[in-house]
């Protein structure tokens, strides 16, 4: 089975705090994908990258960042938090061609008080 | 920019009965591919049903089918024979290419009542 994992289940920051949050996937996929999801909104677009060190701004990149400095790892960076930022935040991946579904981790709460 | 549109926030259905969620999607896109997920209280994101635009046949997963009416770009998810476990948040989701992100609906919870 696939299995994506994300760093925290929950995690509680304070504002103008850097924030890491970490995606790891254990089946080579080649696309990694950031979503934040709210409610009455869905699910949004963050980042999303199709290679190591290759990256592409989604729907709503604004105060957000990210990294892939190895196939199997994604991680999303807040460099200044903000309450606005408080969210769910969602990891998936998938291969680049063969089964187009997507796979995604456990989800992490992000409160910035 | 592709849109999808769930139309109803809130729905509950008697376990054993039929339940129809509905999605409306807009594309200029002829081939793409369709999704419904579910996500329980746990979070889990799970895909229920998926469906290709190029072919003309419903997919069906043992109780879950869809009705997907493609020049009325529409794509409704049908539950059949509802347990207290279908108990979710229902995410409609278009994907223009294989490897491509997802565009999700704002989703429809479902409750599922004894």
């Known amino acids: 089975d696939v299995k994506v994992t994300q760093s925290s289940r929950y995690l509680v920051k304070r504002t103008g705090e850097k924030v890491f949050l970490e995606c790891v996937q254990d089946?080579?996929?080649?696309?990694m994908f950031w979503y934040r999801q709210d409610p009455g909104l869905g699910l949004r677009l963050i980042y999303f990258s199709y290679d190591v060190k290759m990256k592409e701004k989604g729907d709503i990149p604004e105060g957000y960042s990210v990294s892939r400095e190895k196939k199997e790892r994604f991680s999303l960076i807040l460099e200044s938090a903000s309450t606005n930022q408080t969210s769910m935040y969602l990891c998936?991946?998938?291969?680049?061609?063969?089964?187009?579904?997507?796979?995604f981790g456990p989800g992490t709460r992000l409160t910035v008080l | 920019a592709q849109t999808v549109t769930q139309s109803q926030p809130e729905m509950s259905v008697q376990e054993a009965e039929t339940v129809t969620l509905s999605c409306t999607y807009d594309t200029s896109e002829s081939n793409y591919y369709l999704f419904w997920y579910k996500q329980p209280p746990s979070r889990q994101m799970i895909l229920v049903i998926r469906?290709?635009?190029?072919?003309?046949q419903n997919a069906t997963e043992n109780r879950f089918s869809v009705n997907f009416q493609k020049a009325a770009k529409s794509f409704s998810l049908k539950i059949s024979d509802s347990q207290l476990g279908d108990t979710a948040m229902y995410f409609c989701?278009?994907?223009?290419?294989?490897?491509?992100?997802?565009?999700f609906g704002k989703g429809t919870s479902l409750l599922v009542t004894p």
């Open positions: 998936a991946s998938s291969r680049e061609t063969g089964t187009i579904n997507q796979y």
């Open positions: 089946m080579d996929h080649e696309n």
């Open positions: 989701a278009f994907m223009k290419l294989p490897g491509y992100a997802l565009n």
């Open positions: 469906q290709e635009a190029y072919k003309q």
